[in-house]
C-alpha cells in the first residue's frame, strides 16, 4: 500500500476514482452521496439499525432498480444488479481500496481451473510463472512466448467453458486468438475458467462493485490458489549478486519447499534452544547468496524468526557443512568470493569468527560489484554478460523426489532435458534486467557500513582487463551496444532483451580477450581478498556479538 494510504480512507488511486464517479452522469441522482458536508458516502451497508442514513441502502436499491428499467433490464431475473451496474460503469476498470491496483471489472482473470489445465499439458515446465493477479490476455501471450505455435493445438481444451457453446476453428495466430477472447470469451463471463477484478456488491457500494480488488481479497489471499503459485518461485537475489549456480533446479527446489506442507512442517535448525519456532520454516541458504555464495539446490529449514535474525551471516556450522560439500565436489562460492573464503574457511572455530567471516565477504562483494560498474560504464556488457551462466535457461528441469536430513533437503533425482522454446529467451532476458539494473543501482548510492577496498595494484589490473577488452570482434561490439542502448534508455524493452539474450552464447566465455580480461579480474579479486586477510584483527571485524545473537550463532 501507498505510503500515507489508510484503508479506512482510501488508496490515492481510489479516492480520485471515488471523485470520478460521484461526478459522472451516469449515476446522476445517487442518494445520500455525501455526510459530514463533503464526506463520500460510498458505503451503503443493509445492517444499519440508525441514525441519518439508516435507510440509505434502500434508497440505493430503489436508484438501481429505476436505472435497470431504464436500460431494459429484467430486475425479475436473479442478476439484474450486477448487470445494471456492469452495465453503466463507464470504463470497467477500478483501483483497488486498499493497494490502488486497477483492475478490470470483467470476467479476465485467470484462475486455478486454468492454472491446473496448463499444467497438465504434455510440454509443461515448471519454470513458466504463474502471477496473481494475472489478465488472461497477458496469460495467453505469456504461453505462446513460452511454448511458441504448439500452444494452438491446446487453446481450445484450455479456454473451454459452458459458458461459450463452441470454440471456432481459428488460424495459428495470436492475434486471432487474443481477438476472440476479447470479443467472445470475455463477454461470455466464463465463472470458474475467469474471475473479474472486483465482484459485485450493489447497492452496498456506490459504483456496485466491492472495494476490495482481485488482489486484495482476503480470499484469494490466504486460499489455495495462490499457495499453489509459490511453487513456481525465482529468487531474483541470485541475479542481483551476480553469483554462480545452478539458478534454474534451485529455484525449482524453493519453489516446491514453499508449496509442501510437509517439507514446511520441517522443524526449525535451532528448534530446541529454548526459543518458540512458529511453522512453516523457510528455505535458507547455507551459503548466504549476498555473500558471493552460490545459489545451490541445497537449503537449511529455519523458522522466520531465526531467518530473519541470520540475515547474511553465517553459523559456524554453515562453514563446516559448506567445507564437506566441496570436499565432495562441488562448488559453493562463486569465483569473486572464493579466494577469501579459501584464506579463511579452515580458521573458523567460533561463531564471532563466522560472524568475522561474513562481514568480510560483504565487503568483498561490494568491492566487487563496484568493479562491475567501472567496466559497465565503459560500455562492456557482452562480456559481463558471460558470468551470468544465461545457458543454465536451456533446460527443463524436473526433481523427482526431495527429502530432509538434518535440517538440510536432499535431492534423491533430477532429469534435466534441453528445450527450446521463447521461454528460455525470456529467463535470460529477465536475468539480464535484473543484473545490470542493479549495477546500475549500485552506481546511484552508497551502501550503507560497506567498505570500499582499493589500491593501485587493485586498479592495475582493472586497468589491464579494460585494455584486453578492446580487441573484441565486430560481434560483441554489436551485443555492446544493444545492450547500452537497453540500459541507458528510458525504458528497457523486454523484447529487445529476448532478441539479445539470444545472441549471447556459453562460447564467447572463450574469446581470447574475454579470457584474458577475465584473468585481470581474477587478480584484482586476489588482491583484494589479501587485503582483507590482512584486516582480519581489525576493529571493523572484531566487534563483540550481543549475548542474543551469540545465543543465536551458538557453536
Keep these: 500500500m501507498a505510503k500515507g494510504a489508510d484503508y479506512k480512507v482510501g488508496h490515492p488511486n481510489f479516492l480520485k476514482y471515488e471523485k470520478f464517479i460521484i461526478n459522472h452522469l451516469n449515476y446522476k441522482g445517487m442518494p445520500d452521496v455525501y455526510y459530514d458536508g463533503d464526506k463520500v458516502q460510498w458505503e451503503a451497508p443493509s445492517n444499519r439499525k440508525g441514525g441519518k442514513f439508516k435507510d440509505t441502502h434502500v434508497k440505493r436499491k430503489d436508484w438501481w432498480n429505476k436505472k435497470a428499467l431504464s436500460l431494459g433490464i ?9 448487470k445494471t451496474a ?5 470504463t470497467m476498470m477500478k483501483p483497488c481500496k486498499r493497494c490502488g491496483l486497477e483492475l478490470d471489472l470483467r470476467y479476465s482473470y485467470v484462475t486455478e481451473k486454468m492454472i491446473k489445465r496448463v499444467t497438465k499439458l504434455s510440454y509443461f515446465e515448471h519454470t513458466f510463472g504463474f502471477k496473481f493477479p494475472e489478465h488472461v490476455i497477458f496469460f495467453v501471450q505469456r504461453l505462446h512466448i513460452h511454448y511458441g505455435d504448439i500452444i494452438f493445438k491446446d487453446l481450445p481444451n484450455l479456454l473451454k467453458s459452458k459458458h461459450v457453446s463452441e470454440i471456432p476453428i ?15 470469451l470475455i463477454p461470455s463471463e466464463p465463472k470458474g475458467l475467469l474471475s473479474p477484478g472486483a465482484m459485485s456488491n450493489a447497492p452496498d457500494r456506490l459504483d456496485g462493485f466491492h472495494t476490495l480488488n482481485l488482489c486484495c481479497r482476503q480470499k484469494a489471499d490466504s486460499g489455495r490458489f495462490k499457495n499453489n503459485l509459490k511453487l513456481y518461485a525465482n529468487d531474483r537475489r541470485a541475479f542481483e549478486h551476480w553469483v554462480e549456480g545452478d539458478w534454474v533446479t534451485a529455484d525449482r527446489l524453493m519453489g516446491i519447499i514453499r508449496s509442501d506442507s510437509k517439507l514446511g512442517d520441517t522443524s526449525c535448525l535451532f528448534d530446541g534452544n529454548g526459543s518458540e519456532h512458529v511453522k512453516p520454516c523457510a528455505a535458507d541458504h547455507i551459503g548466504p547468496i549476498s555473500l558471493g555464495f552460490c545459489h545451490r539446490p541445497e537449503f537449511q529449514f529455519l523458522c522466520n524468526s531465526c531467518n530473519s535474525s541470520k540475515g547474511n551471516r553465517m553459523f559456524v556450522s554453515d562453514v563446516n557443512h559448506l567445507i564437506r560439500v566441496e570436499e565432495a565436489g562441488e562448488k559453493v562460492i562463486s569465483w569473486y568470493a572464493k579466494e577469501l573464503w579459501d584464506r579463511k574457511k579452515s580458521h573458523i572455530s567460533t561463531s564471532e569468527e563466522a560472524l568475522r567471516l561474513s562481514k568480510m565477504l560483504r565487503d568483498n562483494r561490494y ?18 554478460s558471460t558470468f551470468l551462466e544465461l545457458e543454465r535457461a536451456e533446460f527443463n528441469v524436473k526433481i523427482k523426489e526431495v527429502s530432509v536430513k538434518n535440517h538440510i533437503t536432499h535431492i534423491e533425482e533430477i532429469e534435466k532435458n534441453p528445450k527450446e522454446n521463447l521461454y528460455v529467451r525470456e529467463q535470460q532476458a529477465r536475468r539480464l534486467r535484473i543484473a545490470f539494473e542493479t549495477l546500475e543501482m549500485y552506481a546511484s548510492k552508497v551502501e550503507r557500513n560497506a567498505l570500499l577496498v582499493t589500491s593501485n595494484e587493485i586498479d592495475e589490473k582493472i586497468i589491464e582487463s579494460l585494455k584486453a577488452l578492446k580487441a573484441v570482434p565486430e560481434e560483441i561490439h554489436l551485443i555492446n551496444e544493444a545492450l547500452r542502448k537497453q540500459f541507458e534508455g528510458e525504458k528497457v524493452s523486454e523484447e529487445v532483451l529476448r532478441e539479445i539474450a539470444g545472441c549471447i552464447s556459453s562460447e564467447h566465455r572463450e574469446l581470447a580477450s574475454f579470457r584474458k580480461a577475465r584473468g585481470h579480474l581474477e587478480d584484482a579479486m586476489h588482491l583484494v581478498a589479501e587485503q582483507l586477510d590482512a584486516a582480519w584483527e581489525n576493529d571493523r571485524y572484531t566487534r563483540t556479538l550481543s549475548d542474543s545473537i551469540e545465543l543465536l550463532f551458538r557453536d
Design 170 to 184: 481459428l488460424p495459428q495466430s495470436i492475434d486471432a486468438w487474443l481477438q476472440w477472447i476479447e470479443e467472445v
Design 86 to 90: 456492469k452495465e453503466i460503469h463507464p
Design 74 to 82: 429484467d430486475t425479475n431475473t436473479g442478476e439484474w444488479i450486477s
Design 367 to 384: 568491492t566487487f560489484m563496484n568493479i562491475l560498474n567501472r567496466l559497465v560504464a565503459e560500455g562492456h556488457y557482452a562480456f559481463l
